[in-house]
């Protein structure tokens, strides 16, 4: 295993350029349709143990946002269209909350202690 010290501005070049040298596969960790499907686990865990209580609203961290996507598909897909899913990040890293006030994904610098709700942009 080799560790590369990047800046986060130029992560995802680093990360396309090892895939291509390397002939890697990359699966995204926020923004991969397998993997938000994946997440949807999450959501029928939820489901699982509200048990009878059918769930007025969700609060789900919210990183890049795809295991938000995931959960939230879940939750109203099998039976909860009613169910209001929020998702919550950080003041210091809230990529998410920028791109849907500018329409599109935002790259910006973040700080947060909360490393796994940081990334450079949300998906």
Avoid at 83 to 90: A, H, K, L, S, T
């Amino acid at each position: 295993m080799e560790v590369q010290l990047v800046p986060v501005a130029n992560l995802q070049d680093a990360v396309d350029r090892n895939v291509r040298e390397n002939g890697m596969t990359f699966l995204h960790s926020f923004d991969d349709l397998a993997v938000i499907a994946g997440h949807g686990s999450l959501g029928f865990e939820i489901l699982e143990q509200a048990g009878e209580v059918n769930p007025d609203i969700i609060i789900i961290a919210c990183g890049g946002g795809g295991m938000l996507a995931g959960a939230a598909a879940a939750v109203k897909l099998s039976g909860h269209p009613e169910c209001r899913v929020y998702g919550v990040e950080p003041e210091g890293a809230q990529t998410m909350y920028q791109s849907f006030q500018h329409g599109c994904p935002v790259a910006m610098a973040v700080s947060t202690i909360a490393t796994g709700l940081q990334p450079p942009f949300s998906g």
